[in-house]
């Protein structure tokens, strides 16, 4: 077992081969083998013209490096054996091209290499050993905000110099990645423009902005103007631009302008977004206006978040009370208003609930919007109460003043059945409670449960936070009817009553 053969180029013994520590010390001739090392290395010579001395120990593994984005972490191995020794170091087990010493450093790491794994593959002529992987682990900065702060100093970096306003410890949070961390308190002071519109927090770099205790505790407050509630002197709570991140806040008495560009200056009082990629989560935005579109939120992701009382002004041609063109998982809008989509407009909403909204005119839950398991009950339209121009799938259209108004429903409860479709259901869909529509979930014998389409079923959770699909079959609605036993799951599954009179 030589070390290579091709050629002959290297006659070295592997570490494996029965020719070490196999000869006949009384017939070891000199000192040293053919390579000048000693000629008996261990108890016994080794067979043939070279000794094997090439035994590889690591003495230090790689060791574990937490850094800041932009820095650089630096990995090194300890080794021992028959020099000469080689390095070769790997990234999740890929050679680096030229990392060929002892040391390897990666300069300016960013967020994304947060979990890399670097490990180094040490050999010699006679033997080869890969070391541990060593991970790198890439932190967040962390900046501090408390409205009481006594000793406010940049940049922020704890709870005793923490900032007494937001947008300060933005500021400072320069990296992509960072997190501001936020106490409880109503921030209500400061504007920062953004497109020539005064926001009251813009969050214009990829960082999170995350309350400590949620949003009964911690509020961003705009201004309204008395009187118009928008116009040139207001501020919006909040603007985000696509990576933020904003999460557990109330955001409040935001609105607009009424004049320049109508998306920019004219929409989303309560924040506005650049795209999708900015996201809103579990947050309540509650009281804010818009002159045009998006009274609440314009654009962006809003996961878990509740959306009240917001509005756009109903003699205005815009719409999308609640939101107007963003994704909503999980949400509940109630009592919103606008002229055209009292709830959302150009919209796409999974596993939410649109209850008491209302458009003067058309789309009183949505308009134009896509819906997936979503329930939708009590709102008003002169045209389409619940629904205006939709495409909704999965989903309860009931109890509206007029239920729906072009579009397509697809594996839908509503009335009347659209024509062509064979799909829907007409029954009540039977919830716990329509009594102020406190309790939209599903009672045992709605005939809702287990004849949705499974592949339009959004995400992985209800609007409880339940599993999505708890049968064979995805529920219609945002609520999954929540099983007590398996007896009942097996009722349900074939079609039969689970309240005891399948008995």
Request: hydrophobic share 35%; proline share 5%; charged share 10%.
């Amino acid at each position: 077992m030589f070390a290579d053969t091709n050629g002959w180029s290297a006659l070295q013994l592997q570490a494996g081969s029965p020719c070490i520590n196999a000869g006949n010390n009384a017939y070891a001739p000199g000192t040293t083998d053919l390579d000048g090392y000693p000629r008996i290395w261990g108890a016994t010579v080794d067979i043939g013209a070279y000794e094997y001395h090439g035994a590889i120990a690591i003495t230090t593994q790689p060791a574990d490096r937490q850094v800041l984005p932009s820095q650089t972490a630096t990995f090194s191995v300890t080794a021992t054996g028959t020099p000469p020794l080689s390095y070769q170091w790997q990234r999740n087990g890929a050679p680096i091209p030229g990392a060929t010493v002892s040391t390897y450093s990666v300069s300016n790491v960013q967020l994304s290499d947060t979990g890399t794994r670097f490990s180094c593959l040490v050999s010699n002529p006679y033997d080869l050993l890969l070391s541990s992987n060593a991970t790198l682990s890439v932190l967040s900065p962390v900046y501090y905000v408390a409205l009481t702060s006594t000793n406010p100093m940049p940049p922020y970096t704890s709870w005793a110099t923490a900032a007494t306003n937001i947008q300060d410890a933005l500021g400072a949070a320069i990296l992509p990645g960072s997190l501001v961390l936020v106490s409880n308190g109503v921030y209500q002071a400061g504007a920062t423009a953004v497109y020539g519109m005064s926001n009251r927090v813009a969050v214009t770099r990829a960082v999170t902005v995350k309350s400590v205790n949620g949003s009964s505790v911690t509020t961003i407050v705009g201004s309204q103007v008395p009187g118009t509630t928008n116009g040139p002197s207001a501020v919006r709570c909040v603007y985000l631009t696509n990576g933020a991140v904003l999460s557990g806040f109330t955001l409040t008495n935001g609105a607009t302008q009424t004049s320049g560009d109508l998306r920019r200056n004219e929409s989303g009082g309560g924040v506005w977004c650049e795209s999708v990629a900015a996201v809103l989560t579990n947050c309540l935005l509650v009281g804010n206006s818009a002159r045009y579109y998006g009274g609440a939120a314009y654009q962006g992701t809003l996961n878990n978040c509740r959306l009240i009382a917001n509005s756009v002004p109903y003699n205005d041609g815009g719409g999308g009370g609640g939101v107007y063109s963003g994704t909503l998982n999980n949400c509940v809008l109630t009592s919103n208003s606008a002229r055209y989509g009292g709830g959302t407009h150009s919209g796409t909403l999974n596993n939410c609930a649109l209850i008491g909204n209302l458009a003067s005119w058309s789309g009183g839950g949505a308009q134009s919007s896509i819906l997936l398991n979503c329930t939708v009950v009590g709102n008003s339209a002169i045209f389409g109460g619940g629904s205006y121009s939709g495409s909704l799938t999965n989903c309860i259209v009931y109890y509206n003043n007029g239920n729906y108004t072009g579009g397509t429903l697809d594996y839908s409860c509503t009335t009347p059945l659209p024509s062509g479709n064979t799909n829907n259901l007409a029954g009540e869909p039977r919830f716990l409670n329509t009594n102020g529509w406190t309790d939209l979930r599903l009672q045992s014998n709605s005939t809702c449960i287990n004849v949705g389409n499974n592949a339009y079923a959004p995400g992985l959770t209800d609007l409880d936070g339940n599993a999505r699909i708890n049968s064979s079959r995805v529920d219609i609605g945002a609520y999954e009817f929540q099983f007590l036993d398996p007896f009942h799951a097996w009722l349900a599954q074939y079609g039969l009553p689970t309240d005891g009179s399948a008995d």
